[in-house]
């Protein structure tokens, strides 16, 4: 980089596709950097999302470039810009066509080397700027020391606070973990088939609930037609309605044009009435989570389907393979289990019932990449992966709540060691009456392990779902979230032993406990989240996943499971190592 960059003749680089991390730091050591305005053109220093800093001379060279602040800003964000944003931001010097990009590249050639006064920057920015400390990744922390100095100190000397900060930077094991993600990432992309996949362009959503409604929307943004179909004509009006706020709200941040997204309404022809269906690739089923309901509706589109459709369930818990069972070809159904909001979750559960096809499982992986999802295979059984290994977490939090635990105790240490949110704000998040649900289904298959606590009952009983009806374990006006003083009354009044409604009278009545239960803050994570590990291990040996990485990978990307530590598995890993190393 540094022979490059102190080449006596005038250098420009030519960029046409991803240009990201290493790449454009090569292209920083050139005068000048032309960029085609491809739409696969993208740039950036996405580095620190994988706990590392740009080495080459990132760091050193791109504040010299577009000065300290927006130097800072890039990255520390680690995001890739199009064309078109990185020369706004001086990233670049120039956009051009395609086929016009080598030429504009020559061109810039005549402008001679670049003086050194183009480069010199304004005065360092206020320590303001300095990004956030990141919990688990100390990369943005590190970068942003270099860039704070290289502007008074040489470049040698700056490139060298690079390699000590990248060396220091691979040995932790939060680095180690994100790159492992990254490389995971890569692996459920791309699949192993080698066979060229049959294009999917036509599709059809039973329901149109949020998921329903979710799931049509993202398929209708990626080019695929969708008959949205409901039997309720108010529900078809909110789906639609759901819909049309998700592609207001991808213009309004940037992350497509108002054409593509006019483009994507009008892929998606909405009824109450039955409509033709043989043609349609797949169908995904998005009905209530009954399943009797799911039942009569498979039994109905086994009649209805083309001899080659697909036909999917999006539950997230219930038997996929007694649903086959209704159908005329149970070797055509499967599970696509996809996670809400389904616009920014990129993970689905790709269930595999005993009667499902290798052809079915293929065709399926591959609908799923082409509309940019990362698919993980599990096999058919209650709560799958996520939410099998999830709902301990989650019900055990409520008992600690139940046991006199405060709430926001609870949530901020599981926030503390790096959950996206805590346990009782997620069951809010997931509602009250859903938890209950699925606890119950899980429950009859696993035992105690995911018994419901009577306060999620008594919850339910008293219309505080959660998020949705702006009241569960805390309440909620806006985005503002305030403690739920009903629950202190509750903690008064006596409670039905076993569960149950504290105002009834059945069963033997006992009070709540007040005193907290025995668990330090610093215990409150390690008892939660080794719930998870003890039922990730399961679902490894059981076989429902095929590797402890699906397990890892498939938790992080369902639940936020804090990526730096590596999903459960990786964690339990660590842990272990580290008490290995205590001990001796």
């Not at 740009?54 to 577009?66: E, S, V, Y």
């Not at 993970?347 to 799923?368: C, G, N, P």
Request: hydrophobic share 40%; net charge positive.
């Amino acid at each position: 980089m540094n022979r490059l960059a102190d080449l006596k003749i005038p250098t420009v680089a030519a960029i046409h596709g991803a240009s990201a991390g290493g790449g454009y730091e090569v292209t920083l050591a050139c005068d000048y950097r032309i960029a085609s305005d491809d739409p696969a053109t993208r740039i950036g220093l996405p580095e620190t999302t994988l706990g590392l800093i740009p080495a080459w001379g990132g760091c050193t060279r791109l504040p010299r470039l577009i000065g300290f602040e927006k130097a800072a800003e890039v990255i520390a964000k680690g995001k890739l810009y199009s064309a078109q944003e990185a020369r706004k931001l001086g990233l670049i010097d120039g956009v051009a066509q395609r086929d016009k990009l080598l030429e504009l590249a020559r061109k810039k050639l005549g402008d001679g080397k670049r003086k050194l006064e183009e480069r010199a920057p304004a005065s360092p920015a206020p320590q303001e700027i300095r990004p956030p400390k990141q919990r688990g990744n100390a990369a943005p922390e590190r970068a942003w020391e270099i860039i704070n100095k290289t502007l008074s100190i040489s470049p040698e000397q700056s490139l060298q606070m690079e390699l000590d900060a990248i060396v220091d930077l691979g040995k932790s094991e939060s680095t180690q973990n994100l790159i492992r993600n990254f490389f995971l990432a890569e692996k459920y992309k791309k699949g192993t088939s080698k066979a060229t996949p049959e294009k999917v362009v036509h599709a059809a959503v039973i329901g149109a609930g949020v998921m329903g409604s979710g799931i049509a929307q993202w398929l209708s943004s990626r080019g695929v037609t969708v008959i949205l179909r409901d039997i309720a004509r108010e529900q078809v009006d909110r789906g639609l309605a759901n819909i049309e706020k998700t592609y207001a709200d991808a213009v309004k941040r940037g992350l497509m044009s108002e054409e593509k997204a006019k483009a994507g309404r009008a892929r998606i022809v909405a009824s109450t009435a039955p409509m033709e269906l043989r043609d349609v690739q797949f169908i995904i089923e998005a009905a209530s989570e009954k399943f009797e309901v799911k039942k009569e509706i498979f039994r109905e589109l086994g009649m209805q389907a083309g001899p080659k459709t697909i036909v999917a369930t999006n539950t997230s818990a219930l038997p996929v393979g007694k649903l086959a069972d209704t159908t005329v070809s149970p070797e055509h159904v499967i599970g696509l289990h996809f996670f809400n909001p389904v616009s920014r979750m990129k993970l689905v559960e790709v269930v595999i019932a005993k009667q499902t096809s290798v052809e079915t499982r293929e065709r399926s992986l591959a609908f799923v990449r082409q509309v940019g999802k990362l698919p993980v295979i599990v096999r058919d059984n209650p709560g799958f992966l996520v939410n099998r290994v999830l709902f301990p977490y989650l019900l055990d939090a409520a008992k600690l709540f139940e046991r006199g635990a405060d709430a926001a105790k609870i949530d901020n240490a599981l926030v503390q060691w790096g959950m996206p949110m805590g346990p009782l704000r997620l069951i809010d998040e997931i509602g009250v009456d859903i938890t209950i649900d699925i606890g119950n289904t899980l429950e009859r298959e696993y035992g105690r392990r995911d018994h419901v606590s009577s306060v999620l009952l008594w919850l339910r009983d008293g219309k505080m779902l959660g998020r949705k009806t702006a009241a569960g374990f805390y309440k909620y006006e806006g985005k503002v979230q305030t403690p739920n003083e009903s629950l202190a009354q509750w903690r008064r009044v006596p409670v039905v032993a076993g569960g149950g409604d504290p105002g009834s009278n059945e069963g033997s009545a006992t009070t709540h406990p007040v005193s907290p239960p025995p668990a330090t803050a610093d215990d409150l994570p390690n008892r939660l989240v080794f719930l998870m590990v003890n039922e990730a291990a399961r679902c490894v040996e059981e076989n429902v996943v095929d590797s402890p990485e699906d397990a890892d990978y498939g938790m992080i990307l369902g639940t936020g499971f804090a990526p730096f530590r590596g999903g459960p598995l990786r964690f339990a890993e660590h842990f272990g190592r580290k008490a290995r190393g205590r001990r001796h």
